[in-house]
């Protein structure tokens, strides 16, 4: 295994021991691995499985159950484009396309690449009366267009270069 696994793995037994091995605090436990990663790895669902001395079908039975957790990587900006009915209505899909274009993400990818951005659709965001809305982490930003959201991907990239 690489040294770069082991690492891996390193924060993950610091988040068993943190919890005490408690079988009964699995979901605080995936809730941090993820919350560490952006996804739950399927080795790490299968070494969390293993060092609670639970079958591993019963963490990916709880990682496949609750919609806050994924098993796909997602990217250090997660944008949620809602497209509820006053954001519809407003044309938030045209804000989605302005995205989807400008990470040059082909259909079906949701996730660039470079694991900088993930686009995803919400059913409602409850920010009806600031529609479109568009939220980047947990960041709300009300009264979007397709140029604003380019704008605000333009200045995310501008700061991720700066800090690199």
């Not at 400008?102 to 694991?115: F, I, Q, V």
Request: glycine residues 4%.
């Amino acid at each position: 295994m690489k040294k770069s696994a082991f690492r891996k793995f390193d924060k993950v037994c610091d988040i068993l021991a943190l919890h005490k091995l408690n079988p009964a605090r699995l979901i605080p436990i995936l809730q941090a691995v993820q919350e560490e990663y952006r996804y739950l790895p399927e080795e790490i669902i299968a070494f969390i499985a293993s060092s609670l001395h639970v079958p591993a079908a019963k963490v990916y039975g709880v990682a496949t159950f609750y919609s806050h957790f994924t098993l796909k990587p997602k990217g250090k900006y997660v944008f949620k484009v809602c497209d509820g009915t006053a954001c519809h209505v407003k044309r938030s899909m045209g804000i989605l396309d302005a995205i989807r274009e400008k990470l040059k993400l082909k259909e079906g990818e949701s996730t660039t690449l470079d694991l900088l951005f993930t686009v995803e659709t919400v059913s409602c965001l409850g920010a009806c009366g600031i529609a479109p809305v568009l939220v980047v982490n947990e960041d709300v930003h009300g009264q979007m267009t397709p140029e604003k959201t380019v704008i605000l991907i333009d200045h995310i990239l501008q700061k991720e270069a700066t800090h690199e």
